[in-house]
């Protein structure tokens, strides 16, 4: 199982990208899925969330209004859009699987992809 995310960068305040986690042997739709970030010396922080169910989505406050979660169930991959972007948006990004059924919990996580706000 391996979850890879990609689309990270140098970008200007203000500017914008988009997140991308593809996943292989594992079927995303099935997961509830989230991006986290962590910026150097602060702890990993849940940026948003989008169930498996109905596809609800949570944001943080940081991200409230600037940042949409989606899932493209035929590429098997969650996006997460970044608009504003901000400095303090700098952090490395993770996606992350989680499923909890009657066979237990799986959780997931990607390596990360540099997200960098700069001038």
């Known amino acids: 199982v391996q979850l890879v995310e990609s689309g990270g960068g140098l970008v200007q305040p203000g500017g914008s990208l988009r997140l991308s986690c593809a996943a292989s042997?594992?079927?995303?739709?099935?997961?509830?899925m989230s991006w986290y970030r962590q910026a150097p010396g602060k702890e990993r922080e849940l940026v948003a969330a989008?169930?498996?169910?109905?596809?609800?989505?949570n944001y943080a406050d940081s991200g409230q209004g600037r940042f949409t979660m989606s899932r493209d169930n035929a590429e098997n991959t969650v996006y997460l859009q970044m608009n504003s972007l901000k400095p303090e948006d700098t952090a490395v990004y993770y996606c992350?699987?989680?499923?909890?059924?009657?066979?237990?919990?799986?959780?997931?996580w990607g390596q990360g992809t540099q997200v960098t706000v700069s001038s």
């Open positions: 992350r699987a989680r499923q909890s059924s009657w066979s237990g919990i799986f959780d997931y």
């Open positions: 989008i169930r498996s169910v109905g596809d609800s989505t």
């Open positions: 042997r594992l079927t995303l739709s099935s997961y509830d």
